[in-house]
Structures are given as structure tokens and as C-alpha cells.
């Protein structure tokens, strides 16, 4: 019977970690890493190069007690913590090791312990965190049930060290996304729109594919375009709004000597709660229609949208404006001030692409290791994208699968936030004139993939 028992365990161990890689490793995956970790962290330190020789002292203790030389030290073990996706190991560097020694040495170490990924990063001098994944994290994206919660910062996908990749628009204003075709640049904006309905924010749309992708969603958006003509409009009524709120800052600064530094006001986010203005995301979807022109007066329309996208983009931020800007391609092709518009994103998001210079255009200003994960992406795995910003940091994302029809509920289920902002009253979509049949208001909308 006890050997019975025990092939039915090992029989229910194999299928858990066939069809449910996740229950595997909260039943058994996690105790037996964090085994293997622990029996085997000594040597495996010594095969990847991570040990420092003995130090003099210690040689000479050695030498004066008679005993055999002292062992070459590895790196202390401070915490050993388990998560929902893996371990996460901190470790004290010994003098003369470097943070990158260990950054170099992650594969040799996802071999040696039987991990799926292994990922590091430096916390303070001399203390490196290892994140490793038990199992394929992004196969399947199950966000967390809890996430923080901060304003203006979204959950919007899985990193591939199980971690969640939050879009912060406070720490980073303005952001570009690229892809290909099919690459999920959509899914990634819905699970953004989903995410910033039940927070207090405006959403703006510009969507020159005649509104297929944000018009769905109208009712949750303050204001919204779907032809160049209308979206200067809407963009210049945008530039005259940024320099509404300019007024307002500075009419409420402040300044004087009995106020503390701290409490004078630069941007909207330092003004009192009663007289905050709302904050406004524009999202543009598929810039390059904004910036292709055929005759002489798409010309002249073309240079008048890029400039205030410029004016935006550089001012626009202590106003609480911030522009997400979706394309194929984002690159000097599109005439000039585009490069000046794509040193203003800092934030960079980029799923498959089909050629090197499309990765280029995002990456190749902040890192070559992120432009050559970014061209290695499979067709077939849709959603996964690599998400940097200026630091030179970058990580493997994938988003969770939101149909439409799921952020159409989520928008309609907040509808009743969405912020009257006078300067784009004119630009607010008739929702009224939408047809319920198409845009049911649900009751009770469906949790994301």
C-alpha cells in the first residue's frame, strides 16, 4: 500500500506539471527547489566562478594552527524567500565580486539548479537579488489577485521573472509602443484603457483606423478622433488645455518666505485635492497616419499635429498630460520631427517586429541586448514583448489576453467617471447615439485572462 501511495503521488506530481505548471509548483515544484538550491549552492557557486580565494588573514590562521588552507568563500546567503512563480534568493557579495559576475553567470545557474529562468539584479553595494522561475511564466499569464495600488499606475502585464510590470505614469510620463501586424499591440492597449478606467483620470483617443480599436470603448473616453483632420483639432485643444493648467500652477504656487519649499507647487500633483485638475492619457493608436501625407495641404496639417505632439511631449507632463503612442513603425521615415518626438518617450514597449530597425527604432538608444531579444520573438507567441525605458533596464513582458469584448465591459462598467474636461467638450463621443445592441452596459463584468 505505501508504494501504491507513493506512484500515486509521483503519477499526480507528473500530471500537475504537465497541465498545471502553477498548482505544481505550490504543491511540491517549490520544496523541492528550494532542496536543491541549498545541497547544491556550494558547488554550484564554485563551477560558475563565483567564489573568492581566502583571505591573507585567514591563510596565515591556517598556517600558524597547522590546519589544511581554508576553502574559497562564495557568496552569503541573506534571505531565501519562495513566491507564487519561484524563489527569490539575496546574496552578499564577498570583496572583489561585482554584481555583473553574477548577471553573466544566470544561465550557468538556471542549468545548475534546475530552474526555468533565472534573472539578477543589484539592491544596494554589495547585495544581489536572484529571481528564479519555477516554470514557464508566460505560457499562460495569470496576473496576481493583488496588485499595488497607486495612482496613474496600471497593471498591465507578467514579467518572465513572475514579477508584475506596471505602466507608471507619474515615474514615466510618456511611452511609445511598436509591432508588427498580429504582434498584440491591441491586446496590450485594451488591458491599458481596462486598467485605467476605475481611476480618476481622462482618456484621450486618437484612433486614424476609422475608430475600430478605441471607438468600441467610447464611453469611459473624455474625447476621441478617428480622422487626421479631427485629431489636430483635438490636439491643438489639448495644447491650449496644457496651457490652462500652467496658469492654474502658477496662480497657486504659493511662494512666499512662511512657505515650506515642500509645499510649493510645480505641477498639478502638488496643488490641494479640491483644485487638482484632472489628468489626461492620450493614447494613439498607429501614429504613422498622423504623419504620412500625400499633397501639399496633408503637408501643412501633418507638421501642425507633430508639433503640438512635440509640445506635448516635452511640456506636457508637470500638466498632467501623458502620451502612450501605438505604431508599426516609428522611425525618421516619417519626416522630420519624429526622432525630436521619440526622445521625449521614455518608456519603450516593443512586440514582435519584423525587422531589425523597427527594434532599432525603439531599442537601439538604450540597449543592443534588448534590440536582439526584441527580433527573437516567435510569430506564433503573441503578447510577449520587451519593455525598457532610458535606465538601459529591460525585461520580457507578456500581456494578459483581454478580448474586446471585455474591455467594452470594463469601460461601460465605469462610464460614470468619466471626466467632463471643458476644453475637449467638443471632441466627447455622442455616446447616447451609440447603439445599445453593439455596447450592452453589462452588470457585472468579466474578470481578464
Known sequence: MTWFMVGVVVVAAGLLRWRRPAWYWLTFGVVLATVRVLVRYASVMDACGLTVPPSRWRLALARVANRP????????????????????????????????????????????????????????????????TGYDVLKQVQMPARTEARPMRVPVALREDGSVHYRDYRAVPHGLTLGATESGKSVYQRNLVAGLAPMDVALVGIDCKHGVELFPLARRFSALADNPDTALELLEALVSHMEEMYQLIRAEQRISVA????????????????????????????????????????????????????????????????????????????GKGITMLRAQLTGRTAHRVNDETSANMAFGDISPDAVLAAIQIP?????????????????????????????????????????????????????????????????TAPATA
Open 259 to 334: 512657505v515650506p519649499d515642500a509645499e510649493i507647487a510645480a505641477d498639478i500633483w502638488d496643488l490641494p485635492d479640491d483644485i487638482r485638475p484632472v489628468p489626461v492619457v492620450v493614447l494613439v493608436d498607429e501614429v504613422a497616419e498622423l504623419a504620412l501625407f500625400a499633397s501639399r495641404e496633408e503637408e501643412k496639417r501633418r507638421d501642425r499635429i507633430i508639433t503640438a505632439l512635440v509640445r506635448l511631449a516635452q511640456l506636457g507632463r508637470a500638466a498632467g498630460i501623458y502620451l502612450e503612442i501605438c505604431g508599426q513603425r516609428f522611425g525618421s521615415e516619417l
Open 379 to 443: 510569430a506564433e507567441t503573441r503578447g510577449i514583448a520587451i519593455a525598457g525605458d532610458s535606465t538601459g533596464g529591460w525585461h520580457r513582458i507578456r500581456t494578459p489576453h483581454t478580448s474586446l469584448r471585455q474591455a467594452v465591459n470594463t469601460c461601460n462598467k465605469y462610464a460614470d467617471r468619466t471626466p467632463d474636461v471643458p476644453a475637449l467638450a467638443a471632441y466627447r463621443p455622442a455616446v447616447a447615439a451609440l447603439s445599445s445592441a453593439r455596447l450592452p452596459l453589462s452588470k
Open 69 to 132: 588552507v581554508p576553502e574559497s568563500r562564495v557568496p552569503r546567503i541573506l534571505r531565501l524567500r519562495p513566491t507564487r512563480t519561484g524563489l527569490v534568493l539575496r546574496l552578499k557579495l564577498r570583496p572583489g565580486q561585482d554584481a555583473f559576475d553574477v548577471s553573466a553567470a544566470t544561465d550557468r545557474l538556471r542549468h545548475s539548479f534546475g530552474m526555468y529562468g533565472v534573472t539578477s539584479r543589484e539592491v544596494r553595494s554589495g547585495v544581489v537579488e536572484v529571481r528564479m
